[in-house]
Nanobody, 115 residues
Framework: QVQLVESGGGLVQAGGSLRLSCVASGSIESANELAWYRQAPGKEREFVALINSDDATNYPDSVRGRFTISRDNAKAAVYLQMNSLKPEDTALYYC?????????WGQGIQVTVSS
């Protein structure tokens, strides 16, 4: 069982930056994928960023060029650097780890961007 704990959320003005962190209870070196998702009120959870075991990354068009995902295996952590934030980025952000067929989620952390 893997526990994921997110931190770094909060309130920021449009155009500002935040850095989210997600720390795992165990090693992440064997993780196939580490990812961030988000869910805004009344909307479905959506994909935000992914980094795989080869450090290849992927982003949807909505955040590409503004968000950057990275990992630190030594700290068992994955990060999401968010720049040029927009009010539509407001959501609960979740960390996700996939190891083979097993998927683990964090509890989520709130990011609010004011206009």
């Amino acid at each position: 069982q893997v526990q994921l704990v997110e931190s770094g959320g909060g309130l920021v003005q449009a155009g500002g930056s935040l850095r989210l962190s997600c720390v795992a209870s165990g090693s992440i070196e064997s993780a196939n994928e580490l990812a961030w998702y988000r869910q805004a009120p009344g909307k479905e959870r959506e994909f935000v960023a992914l980094i795989n075991s080869d450090d290849a990354t992927n982003y949807p068009d909505s955040v590409r060029g503004r968000f950057t995902i990275s990992r630190d295996n030594a700290k068992a952590a994955v990060y999401l650097q968010m720049n040029s934030l927009k009010p539509e980025d407001t959501a609960l952000y979740y960390c996700r780890l996939r190891r083979l067929w097993r998927v683990y989620w964090g509890q989520g952390i709130q990011v609010t961007v004011s206009s």
